[in-house]
């Protein structure tokens, strides 16, 4: 089975710049790499999707590098408000396309 | 508006009883899942369906079962057999292209009794 890993926690301030990695080494060739933010009692929100290189939208940036095994998310300049958990979800290589797998999420904490 | 629907927000089981709880979507997707997270812990995949009357275990199918009926509904029934039915559940669904994100219910939290 294909498996994640990210870092189970990260502190940040107000306004700095936040980036998680998660390793995938079992990734499928045409899977894509999504992230999603989880706040407490609610269910995830989706972030950001990539398949390689750089996908940027109005609240991430997502960098994939060539071989895919890795994936970093760059939150700019959080606020308080980006205080959540955040997952790494990639498609399941061994159980065909539609049985994803999350990883073990980073709980970010956004410091005052 | 479309998205997904759980229902109950709260549950709560007696120990012995079997409880089923709701997921509806009116996003036309074909594929839905079921996920169970515990407190401070990730989501682990329960199990999923991508066409009506087909679904397959995940990780964690033991003493649950769930049907298919309708392509918009997907209910999870938690038995008696599960020892430990305590969690936050959460329903999502999907298209079937891969590239496709999930789209995540609000949850429903079952306790017990």
């Known amino acids: 089975l294909a498996k994640t890993t990210q870092p189970i926690s990260m502190d940040s301030y107000e306004g700095q710049e936040v980036n998680i990695t998660c390793s995938h080494n079992n990734i499928a060739t045409n899977d894509y790499i999504t992230w999603y933010q989880q706040f407490p009692s609610q269910g995830p929100r989706f972030i950001i999707q990539?398949?390689?290189t750089k996908v940027t939208n109005e609240v991430a940036s997502l960098f994939i590098p060539a071989d895919r095994k890795s994936s970093t998310l760059s939150l700019p300049r959080v606020s308080l408000s980006d205080t959540a958990v955040y997952y790494c979800l990639v498609g399941d290589p061994s159980s065909g396309t539609y049985k994803y797998i999350f990883g073990t999420g980073t709980r970010l904490k956004v410091l005052a | 508006d479309g998205g997904i629907t759980q229902s109950p927000k709260y549950l709560f089981r007696k120990e012995g009883q079997n409880v089923t709880l709701s997921c509806e979507q009116n996003l036309n997707h074909d594929a839905m899942y079921w996920y169970r997270q515990d407190p401070g812990q990730g989501l682990r995949l329960i199990y999923y369906s991508q066409i009506v009357n087909d679904f397959q275990k995940g990780d964690i199918a033991e003493g649950y079962s769930v049907s298919r009926e309708k392509k918009e509904s997907f209910p999870l029934t938690v038995t008696s057999a599960q020892k430990n039915p305590t969690a936050f559940y959460l329903c999502?669904?999907?298209?079937?292209?891969?590239?496709?994100?999930?789209?995540f219910g609000d949850g429903t939290r079952l306790s017990i009794l």
């Open positions: 990539g398949y390689k």
């Open positions: 999502a669904s999907s298209r079937l292209d891969s590239y496709q994100p999930q789209h």
